[in-house]
């Protein structure tokens, strides 16, 4: 035996790739702190080897390490997850001898599913709930690990006489089971969690539902509270900000004020009817996306929206992908299924002819209308459906071809950004994991580091805030998220850039290098304008309705103050429509401040008022949409204006 014990040390490798030495056992927040108190104090939980752990818990192996915080999901999942762990020691303590189900985070907060027997949560016991969060917060509880063996488990939730606990039980084995427990309350749970309450400094619950045990509606009906925290009250106050403007923002309510969309139960859930005002929308998006494209050196195709099961196997929709299609339909002895993407056929095309180097780079886009089966519970206006047009298109290249083919999507992604005022955006980069080549990525390490690394070189030099995930990569590349935020500040999922060396190959695509072999392409795989659905909703709360002239379905509309001036009205009319401007003529025999309140409403970006002295001069007093009165302008020249702010795409 040695007289002394010699440290071990292990060495930590950071985002950045600096790497710094410390002694075995060390937490991550120790780490933190040796870096500033300042950064320990907003650490939340780890990512060490790139899976997520309490930041308490001691680092034994030199590993690489990221501190996250509530700028990561990961962390702010962590908080949200140990608010619900906090929301429910508060429960108890309102409502003794309550059961609990689950208490997971979800996109804006967290919930947890409680039985609270024959007792109900009013409101009033909501802020209840909320006054012992805080002062149990303040408590400064640590999140307490600990590993448990089955019977040690199973006696505990028996005694307090938590069947659900005993269920969730069950599936579990020794060595696998944990507790986690902050002041007086004990969960079943695989963490990670938040190195104590005390982070947790601002609480509101924010909803309450019926929610049946294990979604089963056979099974008894569970109270689902609803909760959302953060690490100061300000956060909070302007979390309930935004959610009252996006209340008024918010694009179902929007969408049936200004005749964009609407849907029928005859024709069924989640399929969306786009009425004349919600069509021009999508008609001058894809005329923004045809124009844009072919810069781009794209060419348009139409595909069909079924295809045989054959093709779907070979692309591995069938089975990876069977539960968000539709049940086939059987014809001729034959299985077809309506396309819940558009790439296989897209690849059909792409092989429909032989190709060799001069033919690639391979650009082909089109507006590709797909089917995704969504539970009726799921569904959500426009941002959750189950028929979408995306704005879809696949590029077929070689390796050397790829940076510049990945720069210029990218640069597309920032036009149209551009295009509509989204000044905030962040692209999330998914890698894959060595570890899991060939069982849950494809085996091609080299492949994956190239691409990784050059997607990587592409974000950097364009300067695109984007962070990295581990792990998260599709089967067959590395893939890129596109988040973007409306003003308000609420963030929508739009897009996806992906990579793919693997579809090619399945579908056996093929090019003759210059020296003639025979390569496979690498396919981009992006659609920068998501799906029309998705984008419109995301449009409609980010302007609150009041499009850009270019997307207004109705631009101008022309106002008479009285029935004299309606044959001046049409000559307008007729030179505005002559270069295609969307007008119109409100001729009811209505008070003038009448229609313009009503034209207001709809969200018309002009008004033209016409009356006696503009007949006389060949004029027409213009209002604009928020701004008031404009003055008198000659026809003409009113025109000319507007037919150049259209043609600019010019916001406001
Ligand atoms: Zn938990
Ligand atoms: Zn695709």
């Known amino acids: 035996m040695p007289l002394f014990m010699v440290e071990q040390k292990i060495t930590i490798t950071f985002p950045d790739g600096a790497e710094r030495e410390y002694i075995k056992g060390t937490t991550a927040l120790d780490i933190a702190k040796s870096i500033s108190e300042g950064l320990a104090k907003k650490v939340l939980a780890a990512e060490i080897n790139g899976q997520v752990w309490d930041a ?34 508060a429960i108890e303590h309102i409502f003794p001898g309550v059961k609990f189900w689950v208490g997971p985070p979800v996109d804006n907060g967290f919930y947890y599913d409680v039985d609270l027997g024959d007792r109900s949560i009013s409101e009033e016991d909501m802020r209840k709930v909320e006054v012992k969060m805080a002062e149990l917060a303040k408590q400064n509880n640590s999140y307490i690990r600990k590993e448990i063996s089955k019977p040690e488990a199973v006696q505990y939730f028996a005694e307090k006489g938590d069947e659900y606990k005993l269920d969730l039980l069950q599936g579990l084995y020794d060595g696998e089971i944990t507790f986690y427990t902050q002041g007086q309350f004990t969960d079943l749970c695989r963490g990670p ?85 919600g069509t021009v929308i999508i008609e001058e998006l894809e005329k923004l996306a045809k124009e844009t494209e072919s810069e781009g050196g794209y060419k348009r195709v139409v595909t069909p929206h079924i295809a045989k099961e054959s093709m779907y196997l070979t692309s591995g929709h069938l089975p990876y992908y069977a539960d968000s299609m539709y049940p086939p339909m ?19 095309i792409y092989a429909a002819l032989p190709k060799s180097y001069r033919d690639l780079p391979y650009r082909i886009a089109e507006y590709g209308t797909v089917y995704r089966y969504e539970q009726s519970g799921e569904l959500f206006g426009l941002m959750r459906v189950r028929c979408l047009h995306m704005n879809d298109a ?73 962070v990295e995930v581990q792990d998260e990569a599709a089967f067959y590349g590395p893939k890129i998220d596109v988040q973007i935020y409306s003003v308000i500040g609420r963030e929508f999922t739009l897009a996806t850039n992906q990579v793919d060396f693997s579809q090619g190959r399945s579908f056996k695509l093929e090019y003759t290098t210059e020296d003639n072999k025979t390569e496979t392409p690498l396919i981009i795989h992006r659609a920068p304008l998501g799906t029309h659905e998705r984008f419109i909703g995301f449009l409609l709360e980010h302007y609150a309705g009041k ?43 209505e008070k003038i401040g009448k229609k313009i309140r009503d034209t207001e409403l709809m969200r018309v970006p002009y008004m033209l008022v016409i009356g006696e002295k503009e007949v006389s001069q060949n004029q027409v007093a213009v209002r604009r949409q928020g701004k008031g009165d404009m003055g008198a302008k000659g026809v003409n020249e009113f025109v000319k204006e507007i037919a150049a702010e259209i043609k600019e795409r010019r916001g406001e």
């Open 56 to 89: 308490t818990s001691p680092v034994d192996n030199s590993s690489s390490l990221k501190l996250l915080t509530w700028e990561d999901n990961n962390g702010k999942n962590t908080f949200w997850h140990s608010s619900a762990h906090l929301m429910a020691e």
């Open 547 to 589: 499009l850009p002239l270019w997307l207004a379905p109705v631009q101008v509309k022309i106002l008479p103050i009285s029935d004299k001036f309606v044959d001046y009205a049409k000559t307008v009319l007729d030179q505005l429509k002559k270069l295609d401007i969307r007008a119109e003529i409100d001729d009811r025999s």
């Open 193 to 277: 969690h938040i190195p104590h309450t005390g982070y947790i400094k601002a609480v509101k619950l924010t909803n309450i539902a019926g929610a049946y045990w294990k979604g089963d509606e056979k099974n008894k009906q569970l109270t689902r509270i609803y909760g959302v925290s953060f690490p100061s009250q300000k956060q909070l106050d302007e979390y309930l900000i935004m959610l009252e403007e996006a209340k008024k923002r918010d694009h179902r309510k929007l969408g049936k004020e200004l005749g964009i969309f609407t849907m029928d139960d005859d024709v069924g859930q989640g399929l969306i009817l786009w009425l004349p005002n």
């Open 330 to 348: 059987e014809m001729e002895g034959e299985k077809y299924y309506l396309r819940a993407m558009n790439c296989p056929h897209h690849h059909k």
């Open 394 to 466: 696949h590029i077929y290249c070689t390796r050397e071809q790829f940076a510049d083919e990945f720069r210029a999507v990218n640069e597309m992604y920032l036009k149209y950004f551009n295009i509509f005022g989204v000044d905030k955006y962040v692209m999330r980069l998914s890698l894959h994991s060595p570890e899991k080549l060939g069982v849950k990525y494809v085996n091609e390490p080299e492949l994956w580091k190239d691409t990784e690394e050059m997607v990587r070189k592409v974000l950097i030099e364009s300067n695109i805030p984007y």
